[in-house]
């Protein structure tokens, strides 16, 4: 990525009590790195608990408590990341990284007398796109890692290579491998689409939906776009991707027809224009879309409401 989401960490802050402030930093590098905000809650909490765990005098030793808690943290973090992968072969249906709502400000611990949210303290750029976290799925564990930590947080090697348990050099190897499974799915050279533009896409991808006009999402998706679902078997949703513009229109026509009712709101989501679908004023659905040139070409629908939880909420946006 060109331009890191955080500006890395300060070694120079000699104060344990500098912990308390990493947490915004912590969840932004866990969930790029897990794709899931409860994973990467579950992995910060569980940072906090092996610092609050350690005698005062060993913490007061720890010269940067930045420094200790990222390495911590990336540890967990591939840890999970490899049990992570046993668990997505069992998972029913195809695996969607959980989707983000927008956030107009930071909320970080405790405000209004509850918990924040985790996801208000994720930063939304380009490296939470859905498209971009479904790339950083097909890496290694140890691929992830280092590539999010370097071309995303501008670590440097030495400092991935403790949390990875690598050499600085075969850190860099692996960087690179990450970086170049990134190029090969992008596509090719086309007009910049700007967020304008992306979001007229979606308004009229949502009106031909509502009016169940099948040509009409034929001519906004590209010929070859896919349609991927995560219902996770919690709730119905098409096992497999669904291929082709016809087919796609076709099945979400069928959707549509099949619960009455529906309501189609767009949102931001990821950092993009989106749509979120609610059913007497809940949230089913969260979609993603990618978009080439002025056509839609991969639509990631969220239905599974273990991943919705950050916009069981209305109105939020």
């Not at 070694?11 to 899931?36: D, H, T």
């Not at 479904?134 to 949390?163: G, K």
């Not at 009409?216 to 776009?225: E, I, Q």
């Amino acid at each position: 990525m060109g331009t890191p989401s955080e500006s890395g960490h300060d070694r120079s802050e000699p104060s344990p009590s500098v912990a308390v402030g990493e947490r915004r930093r912590l969840i932004n590098i866990c969930y790029r790195l897990l794709g899931s905000l409860t994973e990467a809650e579950d992995a910060v909490q569980e940072t906090y608990a092996r610092w609050y765990a350690m005698p005062q005098p060993q913490q007061e030793a720890v010269e940067s408590p930045a420094a200790w808690l990222t390495t911590v943290a990336g540890r967990i973090c591939l840890d999970l990341l490899g049990s992570a992968r046993v668990r997505r072969e069992r998972y029913v249906g195809e695996w969607v990284p959980e989707p983000l709502p927008k956030r107009t400000e930071w909320i970080d611990g405790w405000t209004g007398g509850g918990r924040a949210d985790p996801a208000d303290r994720v930063t939304l750029d380009e490296s939470v796109n859905m498209a971009f976290l479904v790339v950083l799925e097909s890496m290694t564990p140890a691929e992830r890692v280092a590539f999010v930590l370097h071309d995303v947080f501008r670590y440097p090697f030495p400092e991935i290579a403790e949390i990875a348990g690598r050499t600085p050099a075969a850190c860099r190897q692996l960087a690179s491998s990450a970086r170049r499974r990134v190029g090969a799915t992008q596509a090719p050279t086309v007009p910049a689409v700007g967020q304008a533009e992306q979001a007229g896409l979606v308004r009229d991808f949502k009106e031909a939906w509502e009016a169940r006009n099948i040509r009409a999402l034929v001519g906004l998706l590209d010929p070859d776009a896919t349609m991927t679902a995560d219902g996770g078997g919690l709730v119905g949703a098409v096992l497999r991707p669904v291929e082709g513009s016809a087919r796609i229109a076709q099945y979400l026509v069928h959707i549509a027809d099949k619960a009455p009712g529906l309501t189609l709101l767009e949102r931001t989501v990821n950092g993009r224009p989106g749509l979120v679908a609610q059913h007497t004023g809940i949230t089913v659905t969260v979609a993603a879309f990618n978009l080439t040139g002025n056509r839609i070409t991969h639509i990631w629908a969220v239905r599974n409401p273990e991943k919705l939880r950050a916009w069981t909420e209305t109105g939020r946006s």
